[in-house]
Structures are given as C-alpha cells and as structure tokens.
C-alpha cells in the first residue's frame, strides 16, 4: 500500500511540473534571447535528438502500435504529429500515407468560377478548371485527395452538429466508395459511430484570393499529421511536435504542448533547417498581449 501511495504521488507531482512547465512557457518565462529571438531549451525528456529522417523519427515515436497492426484503428485513437505549417504537415502525411498497403482511391473535385450575370464568359476563359485545380487555400479540401481504407482523416466542414461532424472532428475511413466515404469516428462524443461523408460544393473563406470559385469535394483532409493551429481544441493522449522550422505565431507552441496533459505522451523532434541545434527553439509571446487583458 505505501509504495502504490509512492508512486502515486510522484505521478501527481510529475504532472503539477509539467503543468507549471506549459504555463511558464506560455507566458514566456522560458525563454532567452538569442540573436533577436526568444530560445528556449526543451527538458531533455521530451526531445528525440538521435535520428538522420526527422518525419521517420517522430512517426516511429508516436504510430509504432499502428505501424505494426494499421488494421487495429484504436492505435489511432488519442495521436497526432503537429507541425506549424501545412507544408510540413503534408510530409508526414504522405509519408504515412506510403506505409498504408490498403486499397487506395484518388478523388478529383470539380472546379469552377463564381460570376455575376454578364461576366462568365471573361471568367470562365481566365480562371479555368486547369488553373483552379492548382490552387490550395486554408478550409478548403485539395483538388486531388489520395486516401487509403484505414487511414485517419479530418473534417473541415461541419455537417451535422446532432451526429458530431464537426469542423475538426478526426475519422478513419472503413470504405472507399465513389460518392460516399464510409468512416468510424474518432473523437468527439460518438466515438466508434460509423458515418457516411458525401461530396460537397464548398467556397474557400480566403478574403485574399482576388476572384470567387466553388470545389465539389469531400470535405475530409489525411490527419496522421495536423497544423499545431488546426489541434487547438483537441484532447490527445500521444503528441509527436516537428520542428523542421520555428513556430512562427504567438502561443503556438504553448497550443502544441499543451494537447496532452502528461509529459509521457509527448515527444518532440527539433529540426531547423541550416541548425544544428537538436534542443531549443523558438517560441513567440507577445508580452503586451497579456498586459491588456
């Protein structure tokens, strides 16, 4: 009985530390400055520091269970690899992607303007399907969406609050068809539910892109890796945080690290291009944020 009570309080102190950690970090009293940036060093508990393939690294610390037995989607449950951008995020993706041997099916969207009365012709002859199949905008499904039966996905859309389809809320497709996708949920309330995802007629909410067009597409993107901002409002058991460059944004990588409450379930793999520097990173906050609160 006294050593169950032992290790019991040492588990809670170890996770009241790691709490106080994630707050420190977050309002920057970690950090120090290094050449204008603000560095701070990551306990040595939570880096993966050995490696030669970053993405091979962090997916080895956190899919193990799932690369062994990918039939077995409770080895999905709870894990997620972040980065800070969608290019980095896209990487593991398709490099997850590559390990999955199950069937396989490419989906095409269809692409077209949207006009005014009086302006199709002069838009349908600039902005043709060619075009707006290149372009690639936040919320908004790829043109071309390669899934493999079993592998984990997100919606981006939401489509029934009622059945928990949320913007955000993670999947993992059970059947490829050809106008519906047949997936078991993963998060959320209906953990376990099976739903059907059908095509949708979707308009990018980028107010910077200087025309109007629609895609029929599944609303769904692959999820083995998400962006850290996309994570916020996630509860994960497993984290794995790639670092091929510096956050960028303040409070990313308080969000990033503070997806899992215990320091056991997160591993982190610090990559900077043209650095050698495998245990600090950059974190940005903006100190006057909080002043005015």
Known sequence: ?????????ESVKERKEFAQWILDLGD????????GYNMVS??????????????????????????????EFRNLHGRAILAPTINIV???????????????????????????EGAADSLASMHTPEFLATIKSPGLPNHELIF?????????????????LCNGTRLVITRLGNKVIEA??????NIGEKVFIPRMTLTPSDTKLPFKFQRRQFPLMLSY????????????????LLLKQPVFTHGQLYVAVSRVTNKYGLKIVISHDNSNNYTETNNV?????????
């Open 28 to 35: 920057g009293k970690l950090a120090h400055s290094e050449d």
């Open 1 to 9: 009985m006294r050593l169950r009570a032992s290790i019991e309080d």
């Open 148 to 164: 493999r039966q079993g592998c984990p996905v997100m919606l981006i859309r939401n489509i029934d609050h009622s059945a928990g």
């Open 184 to 189: 078991e949920v993963l998060s959320g309330s």
């Open 225 to 240: 890796a998400m962006t850290i901002n996309k994570s916020q409002g996630q509860s994960l058991d497993y984290v794995g």
């Open 90 to 116: 896209e990487q593991v993706n398709d490099y997850m992607l590559a390990l999955n041997e199950n069937e396989k099916k490419n989906y095409l969207s269809s692409d077209s303007p949207s006009f005014k």
């Open 285 to 293: 906050v903006y100190h006057e944020v909080f002043r005015n609160i």
């Open 42 to 71: 990551i306990p040595p508990e939570l880096l993966i520091t050995n490696f030669d393939d970053p993405i091979h690294a962090i997916v080895e610390a956190i899919y193990s269970d799932y690369l062994n037995d990918p039939t």
